[in-house]
């Protein structure tokens, strides 16, 4: 009983950093996302009155408010969150939620996510953090190499020598080498030092970079669209 404890005890320790706010932001991205789902839906409520009973204002206006007051505290810093796939779906879904409740949706109506994302002038939420999550990842790279960031990322490919087998942690580093995975294209990687640095020259060139980050929201959204046209109460 006592090394049970002792072993909870140090569990707790370990993951207690998960819960540190810095800049409005819990490091710990599930943590932060949960916080983040928190936030926003306290937001709606207050504005339950003009969702409700706001038959004067235009749809279009509804959903001005939503983006401005509710999405922007949903969506803050998300440019560095590493979610896993079934981490995206959740926070899909909980968006979709949202944007029934704003647009005046209730069961028994069903519609299907393409046309509600279409109704709202929306799309996937994880596809937001993913276009956010390449902006951020192009600034940093046309930054000076001594910058934190950049020396982080250069370490990050520094070989280690052999390591144990276990199944590999979402990290910032493999979100992105999972989103060029979707291109599948040699030329762009992210797996060696060397790789680092030819992505640099590309962000460097705007209009190369624009490309590419269209490229890849592209095979993300082509990967959804069996979703988009399932329907949902």
Known sequence: MTRQLLRQNLELNENSWKNTKKVGTLIGDTEDVQRRKQLPTAALAKLQNVWVRGDKLKKKTKLKLYRALVKSVLTYNCSTWTLTQAEEKKLDAFHRKQLKRVVGIRYPVKITNKALYKQCNERPLSLYVLEN????????????????????????????????????????PVVLINDLSRLESTTYCLKTFKDIENLKKIAEQRDQWRILCTRIQKAAEALQSDDYDAERR
Not at 138 to 144: A, E, P, S
Request: glycine share 8%; no cysteine.
């Open 133 to 172: 999550r390449w902006r951020l990842f192009g600034h940093i790279l046309r930054r000076d190499r001594e910058i934190p960031a950049n020396k982080a990322m250069e370490g990050f490919f520094v070989p280690q020598g052999n390591k144990y087998r276990r199944r590999p942690i979402t990290t910032l």
